[in-house]
């Protein structure tokens, strides 16, 4: 059972536009979702991340755009960069559960092209 | 301050051998999280564990794979028999407390099985 569907699977987008990456999820007593940029090789490292005690979240040009009744939440990239291409996972956990194990998304492999 | 450190960062097996995968966590960590990450796929979790106690282990399999965090010393995944199916990246991810802070992730083991 996939708890949190994650998509496209891959994406290129032309320098300077705007990279978006969809997830959605089911257990509704998740209330953490962080993303993660994993480069070839690499182990993942966080991005950003929201609670879904508000709508938005910005860190220069990353942005979280959270829904909760449609239990939906996506990544935004800004501006986007060659150095942006990476693949991209978003996840989900349960905060203060003395148990935060993350569930992932499959991973959208993003490619940003000159 | 150094990070999470897993070794070997390689590791090929044959068939029928044992796998051990080491993770030390960041400073003053004392929770760590292991996931496994197959060919195009998310990271999937398998096993909780703090100091000397393994909280979760829902997400690893009931058999060969077996998993410690001793007093002293690194966390080992220990994975016997293995077979091909087996072929993966491992990752260790650690956090300071357990409950509301980030984990973070070390460069992973890919190991191959032949």
């Known amino acids: 059972q996939q708890q949190v569907k994650q998509s496209p699977q891959s994406l290129i987008v032309q320098k300077g536009g705007i990279s978006i990456i969809n997830c959605a999820y089911e257990?509704?007593?998740?209330?953490?979702f962080p993303w993660y940029q994993q480069f070839p090789g690499k182990g993942p490292a966080l991005l950003i991340a929201i609670r879904p005690d508000v709508s938005e979240k910005k860190e220069g040009r990353f942005t979280i755009s959270f829904n909760k009744s449609a239990k939906q939440f996506s990544l935004h990239i800004m501006d986007s960069q060659p150095g942006d291409s990476a693949t991209y996972f978003c996840a989900a956990s349960i905060l203060g559960s003395g148990n935060e194990k993350l569930t992932f998304g499959t991973g959208t492999r993003l490619t940003i092209i000159p | 301050n150094a990070g999470v450190m897993q070794n070997p960062r390689h590791l090929v097996r044959r068939r029928g051998q044992e796998a051990r995968l080491r993770c030390s966590p960041m400073?003053?960590?004392?929770?760590v999280y292991w996931y496994r990450q197959l060919p195009e796929e998310g990271l999937k979790f398998m096993v909780y564990?703090?100091?000397?106690?393994?909280?979760?282990e829902s997400g690893m399999p009931k058999e060969r794979f077996s998993a410690e965090f001793p007093k002293e010393g690194p966390s080992i995944l220990r994975i016997q028999q293995v077979v091909r199916g087996d072929s993966a990246a491992y990752f260790c991810?650690?956090?300071?407390?357990?409950?509301?802070?980030?984990?973070?992730f070390g460069p992973g083991t890919r190991l191959t099985v032949l």
């Open positions: 564990l703090q100091k000397e106690n393994i909280i979760d």
């Open positions: 400073k003053g960590h004392s929770h």
């Open positions: 257990n509704t007593a998740f209330d953490y």
């Open positions: 991810a650690s956090s300071r407390s357990g409950v509301t802070d980030t984990q973070y």
